[in-house]
């Protein structure tokens, strides 16, 4: 038997590979003290407001991402259905331009962020940005630069754990948060059969491409790095922003 053989004979099943991936839900953003104390209603609103400009962050460099992704990808039929990620966040060009309907994520959190008070000046200037938060996301981008595609594209699901949070979200904030205009929360609703779709594709590319033991623990080590980076995000907000904060420096 080659070496070769004897990998894809050690590989996990399709299922025991898929339940590996999910068992790592336990490092999931959701479970960071920040967010559990923003989904219970316990933050000012100032956190709230420095934890939505700095999300704007990582929400405008997905589709930065997403490109990177698309540029190393040489299958034609895998970048028509990517490419459709970039046009959720960025927008389609309608007859009503990307303000309607046609907004695209990167808008409508834009929308989120006004809902909290923030300008669109200073979400769209990234003022707010902590070192932190950029270099975790930048971290991301970089790696989608550099990865081979389909690497680039495991890294995505961590997205598996995400529609959980974006109903806790829905399900809380309206009560926790009733200074939040309910029109602000459309991302989360929007982002919900985005997720699910973009998850169903990533685990294809990844059964596809994980054929070997070696590769499966690769997948695994990949999306530590990209729980790792949400988690960073966290902390950093979570500095940046303790309930003493003197209110000359709150957002
Ligand atoms: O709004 C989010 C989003 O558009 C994406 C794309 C995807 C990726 O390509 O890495 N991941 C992701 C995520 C979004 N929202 C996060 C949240 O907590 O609201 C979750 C995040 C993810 O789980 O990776």
């Given at each position: 038997?080659?070496?070769?053989?004897?990998?894809?004979?050690?590989?996990?099943?399709?299922?025991a590979?898929?339940s590996?991936?999910?068992?790592?839900?336990?490092?999931?953003h959701?479970?960071?003290?920040f967010?559990?104390?923003?989904?219970?209603?316990?933050?000012?609103p100032?956190?709230?407001r420095?934890?939505?400009?700095?999300?704007?962050?990582?929400?405008?460099?997905?589709?930065?991402?997403?490109?990177?992704?698309?540029?190393?990808?040489?299958?034609?039929?895998?970048?028509?259905?990517?490419?459709?990620?970039?046009?959720d966040?960025?927008?389609?060009?309608?007859?009503?331009?990307?303000?309607?309907?046609?907004?695209?994520?990167?808008e409508?959190?834009?929308?989120?962020?006004?809902?909290?008070?923030?300008?669109?000046?200073?979400?769209?200037?990234?003022?707010?940005?902590l070192?932190?938060?950029?270099?975790?996301?930048?971290?991301?981008?970089?790696f989608?630069?550099?990865?081979?595609?389909?690497?680039?594209?495991?890294?995505?699901?961590?997205?598996?754990?995400?529609?959980?949070?974006?109903?806790d979200r829905?399900?809380?904030?309206?009560?926790?948060?009733?200074?939040?205009?309910?029109s602000?929360?459309?991302?989360?609703?929007?982002?919900?059969?985005?997720?699910d779709?973009?998850?169903?594709?990533?685990l294809?590319?990844?059964?596809?491409?994980?054929?070997?033991?070696?590769?499966?623990?690769?997948?695994?080590?990949i999306?530590?790095?990209?729980?790792?980076?949400l988690?960073?995000?966290?902390?950093?907000?979570?500095?940046?922003y303790?309930?003493?904060?003197?209110?000359?420096?709150?957002?």
């Amino acid at each position: 038997m080659t070496q070769q053989q004897q990998q894809q004979q050690d590989a996990w099943s399709p299922q025991a590979f898929a339940s590996n991936l999910r068992a790592m839900e336990s490092r999931y953003h959701s479970h960071h003290p920040f967010n559990r104390r923003l989904n219970a209603g316990e933050l000012q609103p100032f956190q709230v407001r420095g934890w939505v400009a700095n999300r704007f962050y990582y929400q405008c460099r997905i589709p930065v991402k997403d490109a990177a992704i698309l540029s190393n990808c040489d299958d034609r039929a895998t970048r028509r259905r990517w490419v459709v990620r970039m046009l959720d966040h960025d927008g389609h060009d309608g007859h009503d331009g990307h303000e309607g309907a046609n907004a695209g994520g990167i808008e409508i959190w834009t929308r989120l962020g006004i809902a909290t008070g923030l300008e669109r000046e200073t979400l769209e200037s990234h003022a707010l940005v902590l070192p932190g938060v950029r270099f975790a996301v930048d971290a991301y981008v970089n790696f989608a630069r550099t990865a081979p595609w389909q690497e680039a594209v495991i890294s995505s699901l961590t997205e598996m754990f995400a529609p959980r949070i974006h109903k806790d979200r829905l399900a809380g904030w309206p009560t926790h948060y009733p200074w939040i205009d309910t029109s602000g929360l459309d991302y989360f609703r929007s982002r919900i059969p985005l997720a699910d779709r973009d998850v169903e594709h990533g685990l294809e590319v990844a059964m596809q491409w994980c054929t070997t033991r070696e590769r499966q623990e690769r997948a695994l080590q990949i999306l530590g790095f990209k729980l790792d980076i949400l988690w960073a995000m966290l902390d950093a907000i979570e500095r940046a922003y303790p309930d003493d904060l003197a209110k000359a420096q709150q957002p």
